[in-house]
T-cell receptor, first 115, second 113 residues
Framework: GAGVSQSPSNKVTEKGKDVELRCDPI?????LYWYRQSLGQGLEFLIY????????KSGLPSDRFSAERTGGSVSTLTIQRTQQEDSAVYLC?????????????FGEGSWLTVV | QQQVKQSPQSLIVQKGGISIINCAYE??????FPWYQQFPGKGPALLIA?????SEKKEGRFTISFNKSAKQFSLHIMDSQPGDSATYFC????????????FGKGTKLSVKP
C-alpha cells in the first residue's frame, strides 16, 4: 500500500471489554512498531517486530496488552479488559528494517476511548 | 527514566520569526536523531534527521544543530509560517534500542500571522 494503514480509525468501548486494533504496514517493510500517544504526551513505545525474530515486548504496560504479526505483514494489537487509562491514540509504524537510522513511517492512528 | 527531554512544551512565534526547540539525551550510544512533525489527526512524519558525526544539518528552512559533548540537539525553523503550526517531536535511536525510536514529549508550535 501507499502508506501504513490502521483500523478502526476511532473506537469507543466500554470499560472491561476487549479491543483489537489492526495495522497494515507499507508493503515490503520488515519492521513494524506500535506506539501509544496519550493526550499531551509523547509517543510511548509498546512493541516492535522485525522479520521472523521474537518481538521486543519491553514497552507493553501490562499483561492486558498483546500483539501479533501474521505472515510478516499485518499486525493486531489486543487490549483485554480495557481500562479508562487505556484511552489514547495507538500508532502503528513500519520501516525497511529495525536498524538505527531507517526511516520509520507512521499511520494515522486508532483513537481509542474507554468509557 | 526519560531518556530524551524536550523543551519547551509549547511555543508561540510570529510569522517570519525563528522557532527553536531543544532536546537533551542521556544515552551516549544513541546514533540517530530525527525530528518528527505531527499535524492534528495525523500520524507523525519525519522532518529532518542527523547523525552525531556532524554538528549541523540544514534542509530548506529547517536546521538541526547537534552538540555531542553536551548531549543536546535542537531544531531551528527559520522564517516560520502559519503552516508550520504543528507538534514537533525529537527522538533518538541506536545502542540497545536498535532502530526503535525514543521520543521526547513534544512541542506544540503555533505561528501567528
Amino acid at each position: 500500500g501507499a502508506g501504513v494503514s490502521q483500523s478502526p480509525s476511532n473506537k469507543v468501548t466500554e470499560k472491561g471489554k476487549d479491543v483489537e486494533l489492526r495495522c497494515d504496514p507499507i508493503s515490503g517493510h520488515t519492521a513494524l512498531y506500535w506506539y501509544r500517544q496519550s493526550l499531551g504526551q509523547g509517543l510511548e513505545f509498546l512493541i516492535y517486530f522485525q522479520g521472523n525474530s521474537a518481538p521486543d515486548k519491553s514497552g507493553l504496560p501490562s499483561d492486558r496488552f498483546s500483539a501479533e504479526r501474521t505472515g510478516g505483514s499485518v499486525s493486531t494489537l489486543t487490549i483485554q479488559r480495557t481500562q479508562q487509562e487505556d484511552s489514547a491514540v495507538y500508532l502503528c509504524a513500519s520501516s525497511t528494517g529495525a536498524f538505527s537510522g531507517n526511516t520509520i513511517y507512521f499511520g494515522e492512528g486508532s483513537w481509542l476511548t474507554v468509557v | 527514566q526519560q531518556q530524551v527531554k524536550q523543551s519547551p512544551q509549547s511555543l508561540i512565534v510570529q510569522k517570519g520569526g525563528i522557532s527553536i526547540i531543544n532536546c537533551a539525551y542521556e544515552n551516549t550510544a544513541f546514533d540517530y536523531f530525527p525530528w518528527y512533525q505531527q499535524f492534528p489527526g495525523k500520524g507523525p512524519a519525519l522532518l529532518i534527521a542527523i547523525r552525531p558525526d556532524v554538528s549541523e544539518k540544514k534542509e530548506g528552512r529547517f536546521t538541526i544543530s547537534f552538540n555531542k559533548s553536551a548531549k543536546q540537539f535542537s531544531l531551528h525553523i527559520m522564517d516560520s509560517q502559519p503552516g508550520d503550526s504543528a507538534t514537533y517531536f525529537c527522538a533518538a535511536s541506536g545502542g540497545g534500542s536498535q532502530g526503535n525510536l525514543i521520543f521526547g514529549k513534544g512541542t506544540k508550535l503555533s505561528v501567528k500571522p
